[in-house]
C-alpha cells in the first residue's frame, strides 16, 4: 500500500501563485509515474501533469506555460508550482502515483487539495 497526502491549497488571487505538494509513503515500493489531476465543480477530472522518474514531463495544454511539475526521488515527493492563476484553475487537485510493489504496478490517490482562484 501506498498513501499520497497533498498540501499546499487554499485561496489566491488571480494571478498569483500556489505551490502543491505531496508525499507517498509506505513500504516495499518504488514510484514510477507522479501527477497532478483537478476536477473543478460539475466537471470531469482532469490530467494537469506527469512527471516520470526520469524527469520527463506532459502538460495539459491549459497550464502549459504556467505550472511545472518537479519531484524528489529521495523524498517520494511530487511538487506542482502554479504561477499566473487563473479562476479557471479552481478546482480540487489530487496527486497520483504509479508505483511498482513486487512485479506489478497499482495506482494510487490522494485525497484532494482545494484551490480557489478569486477574481
Known amino acids: 500500500q501506498v498513501q499520497l497526502v497533498e498540501s499546499g491549497g487554499g485561496l489566491v488571487q488571480a494571478g498569483g501563485s500556489r505551490r502543491l505538494s505531496c508525499v507517498a509513503s509506505?513500504?516495499?515500493?518504488?514510484?514510477?509515474?507522479m501527477g497532478w489531476h483537478r476536477q473543478a465543480p460539475g466537471k470531469q477530472r482532469e490530467l494537469v501533469a506527469v512527471?516520470?522518474?526520469?524527469?520527463?514531463?506532459i502538460y495539459a495544454d491549459s497550464v502549459k506555460g504556467r505550472f511545472t511539475i518537479s519531484r524528489d526521488n529521495a523524498k517520494n515527493t511530487v511538487y506542482l508550482q502554479m504561477n499566473s492563476l487563473k479562476p479557471e484553475d479552481t478546482a480540487v487537485y489530487y496527486c497520483?502515483?504509479?508505483?511498482?510493489?513486487?512485479?506489478?504496478?497499482?495506482?494510487?490517490w490522494g485525497q484532494g487539495t482545494q484551490v480557489t482562484v478569486s477574481s
Open positions: 509506505g513500504s516495499h515500493f518504488s514510484i514510477n509515474y
Open positions: 497520483n502515483c504509479v508505483a511498482i510493489i513486487g512485479l506489478s504496478e497499482y495506482t494510487y
Open positions: 512527471i516520470s522518474s526520469g524527469g520527463s514531463t
